[in-house]
């Protein structure tokens, strides 16, 4: 069998996506015949020029998809390359002998790629990661009948209808209505208005020179002075503390005590003047 197909280059979205949408639609729809034929064809021959044919049948379908997600900002083209991963993705799933056309069993595939693409790329901080989430991401939208905040009884009719709790239709609808905001000034701000922008008020100190110089004088200074602290005990002590404190298999106090052949009291009280003497000197 064989079908008026457009050449592969030219059915990839791009700049003129109405060339590509006019180049979609120019090709026949596949009867059922057809398409089980097809489906077979790649079923249990793993015929790949079936596969294309089917997928180039079918990508208007991903078309008309992609278009009912238009309202969140994101190129047009983008969206229908997704559909057409999850189209491709059908494709080499479907068994002929299902008993559905392609197209129905298409849809999850192709609406599941839309969706991870907008989660991804909608905003620089994600806004939906479980399941009950993603569900409020998606339908809130359409739940909403006016622009304004949900009022408290809309909130709970909302969390019935999709199955959540009212304090996850509200956190969405923060999360919807909030902005990603740029970190750098914008190249055309004056120093006036510059400063508002998020990296004149979040900036790390850490990384600051004097900081981390700061920082690197106190440890070793630090350092040293615990070293020689643990100089001026005796040795007893001094090993108590290494093998109590120091040591990353650490001992206990009845395995000090029995090789010290003292009672483990008695290696409490050593370690206690052991730390109040090493304080005391570090603190000198």
């Known amino acids: 069998m064989t079908t008026s197909l457009q050449p592969v280059y030219a059915l990839v979205p791009g700049a003129n996506l109405e060339a590509y949408v006019h180049a979609v639609n120019s090709i026949a729809l596949l009867t059922p015949e057809q398409e089980r034929e097809l489906g077979e064809s790649l079923y249990y021959q793993q015929d790949l ?6 997928v180039l049948a079918h990508l208007r379908f991903v078309v008309h998809i992609a278009r009912s997600y238009s309202g969140y900002g994101l190129p047009q083209a983008d969206l229908i390359q997704e559909g057409n991963v999850g189209l491709m993705k059908a494709v080499k799933r479907f068994n002929p002998e299902m008993g559905v056309r392609l197209v129905s069993f298409a849809v999850h595939w192709i609406k599941a790629e839309i969706h991870e693409f907008i989660l991804r790329n909608w905003r620089i901080v994600k806004v939906a ?14 739940q909403k009948k006016r622009l304004a905040w949900l009022n408290n009884d809309e909130v709970h009719a909302v969390a019935a209808s999709l199955g959540v709790e009212p304090r996850e239709v509200r956190e969405m609808e923060s999360r919807l209505s909030g902005h990603d905001m740029a970190f750098d000034p914008a190249a055309d701000e004056d ?8 990296a004149h008020y979040l900036e790390d100190h850490r990384y600051d020179p004097a900081v981390q110089l700061e920082a690197c004088d106190w440890s070793d200074n630090a350092s040293t002075n615990l070293h020689e602290a643990l100089a001026a005990l005796d040795e007893r002590s001094r090993d108590i503390l290494q093998q109590r404190w120091l040591n990353e298999d650490k001992a206990t106090l009845h395995e000090l005590a029995a090789k010290y052949s003292v009672s483990a009291e008695r290696i409490r009280q050593l370690e206690k003047n052991a730390m109040n003497k090493l304080k005391g000197t570090i603190e000198a």
Do not use: V
């Open 129 to 142: 990661t479980t399941k009950a989430q993603r569900k409020l991401f998606f339908n809130l939208r359409g």
């Open 191 to 198: 120093d006036e208005s510059a400063f508002k922008s998020p």
């Open 49 to 54: 020029e079936a596969a294309r044919q089917m």
